[in-house]
């Protein structure tokens, strides 16, 4: 249709003006076109600013074309759940890529497929309760424990949290966590608490001269090395 022709064509300017190359932006609408034959509810034109979108955040256009798929997937599924949210999913998916930058899983296909396939089973679970930009809201403001944090914790506990609280309380309530029990930022009444559960090391807590805990050392708080990288 002319409607259709004209998003095309605006598509393709503001793929120019990204800095796209034209060989690039030929093959993003081959790929467009190829991905929309396979996903009806997917236009061509969509596909092609998600293309340029991703190719804003990863940095190259051969990444953004191995990663297109499986989140052009993802897409189909949230779109299934969700049909009335079409216009409202597309910006949902912009910040879900942001999201996926943050964690640091765009630039290994196979983790992001997982990460994908992992997503997906969660929003075909919590349905209406669980959206895709949660995810991007929690790796946002769960700052550090968003790379501290493993892979199944992120894709099966996190999930849980998010449809709960929302993607921005679980990001902060994940930081928070992290800050104390990572960080050791905690108040005296906190540090004296864990002491009494048993799960601070004796020999680096720090007391006052009367015997009172007051803090402690970095690494005293048993259990701390899991929320470490790695």
Request: net charge neutral.
């Amino acid at each position: 249709s002319v409607v259709d022709a004209a998003d095309r064509g605006h598509e393709i300017a503001r793929q120019r003006a990204s800095g796209m190359t034209g060989q690039e932006i030929k093959e993003s609408e081959e790929l467009a076109n190829d991905l929309s034959s396979r996903y009806k509810s997917l236009t061509a034109t969509s596909l092609m600013h998600l293309t340029r979108n991703i190719r804003s955040v990863v940095g190259h256009f051969e990444e953004a074309k191995q990663i297109l798929d499986p989140l052009a997937k993802l897409r189909v599924i949230a779109e299934g759940a969700h049909p009335e949210r079409a216009e409202e999913l597309e910006r949902d998916f912009d910040q879900l890529t942001k999201g996926m930058e943050i964690k640091g899983v765009t630039q290994s296909l196979p983790k992001f497929v997982h990460y994908m396939d992992g997503m997906a089973k969660a929003l075909n679970v919590f349905g209406d309760t669980l959206r895709p930009t949660d995810y991007y809201e929690m790796f946002k403001y769960g700052r550090a424990a968003t790379t501290a944090l493993s892979d199944d914790f992120m894709l099966k506990t996190a999930p849980t949290l998010a449809q709960e609280l929302g993607g921005s309380s679980a990001g902060k309530a994940l930081s928070s966590f992290y800050t104390q029990f990572g960080g050791g930022k905690m108040s005296n009444k906190a540090v004296a608490q864990l002491q009494q559960y048993g799960l601070l090391d004796p020999k680096k807590v720090i007391k006052t001269k009367t015997g009172n805990v007051k803090g402690v050392l970095p690494g005293g708080i048993l259990g701390s090395e899991y929320l470490q990288p790695g």
